[in-house]
């Protein structure tokens, strides 16, 4: 009986998880942690910049921007997002407008542009395909999220102009949106204490299995550093010794 529960309860698990509670999927572009750099560097060439553990600040006048070498997949995403914080005298306030620039193998040049915000800590979003500006179109129309292969950060300092310095401090950089990870199939072993879980992956990611014995409860990873080499994965697990669980599946940075 102990077994029939267990396989029951494993059920209940995966069918719940699979319909309400996947984990959020979501493509790093940059956190600018662990002493973050620019490859190159535009009209920021004279700015001072201050790179530190958890953020990359830079202090300057007028317009900066500068740029990064990237190879990212982050296909399915929708919505870009950026954590940054804006500083400077209290005429810069409502004027500094921070912008993020994405660019694909093929060269599209898509721009995303918050103008004049206030002074402070923000969180800003936007629609992927709705870019406040193009720079360029590239040979395929369209910003191909799989092949993304460059990233610009650019300060307009708008109606401010070069009438004192600013200090933008850059947080967090990302894409989200896609659908979250759901695990599409399932098999558990009596014989050996085992299920194995399938999902779908994107190649070159990892991915970590992560686990909690109530919904109350956060969940913590089982597994980690599982290897994508397609589009699906089919991976064994070695249960902890618990009636009941609950599974979901998350991308690793």
Not at 55 to 69: A, E, L, R
């Amino acid at each position: 009986m102990r077994n029939r529960f267990f396989l029951v309860s494993l059920l209940a698990a995966a069918l719940d998880l699979a319909a309400a509670r996947p984990a959020r999927a979501e493509t790093v572009i940059a956190t600018f942690d662990d002493f973050f750099a620019l490859d190159g560097l535009f009209a920021w060439a004279d700015a001072t910049i201050v790179a530190t553990e958890t953020n990359y600040s830079i202090t300057d006048v007028c317009y900066g921007s500068g740029y990064k070498d990237i190879n990212v997949d982050a296909s399915g995403e929708t919505t870009v997002q950026v954590i940054v914080t804006l500083d400077g005298p209290p005429e810069a306030d409502g004027h500094l407008g921070p912008i993020v620039s994405l660019v694909d193998a093929d060269g599209t040049f898509y721009n995303y542009a918050w103008y004049g915000q206030t002074r402070g800590r923000h969180v800003l979003t936007m629609d992927v395909n709705q870019p406040t500006f193009v720079s360029g179109e590239g040979s395929v129309p369209g910003l191909d999220l799989a092949h993304l292969d460059f990233f610009h950060l650019q300060l307009d300092p708008g109606f401010f102009g070069c009438r004192g310095a600013y200090t933008v401090t850059w947080e967090d950089f990302r894409l989200i949106g896609a659908p979250g990870l759901r695990i599409k199939a399932w098999a558990y072993d009596p014989a050996t204490g085992q299920i194995t879980l399938t999902w779908d992956s994107k190649a070159g990611k990892l991915y970590t299995v992560e686990y909690t014995t109530d919904l109350g409860t956060p969940f913590a990873p089982l597994v980690s550093d599982i290897y994508a080499e397609g589009s699906e994965v089919t991976y064994s697990i070695s249960l902890p010794g618990f009636d009941m669980l609950w599974f979901r599946i998350a991308q690793q940075p």
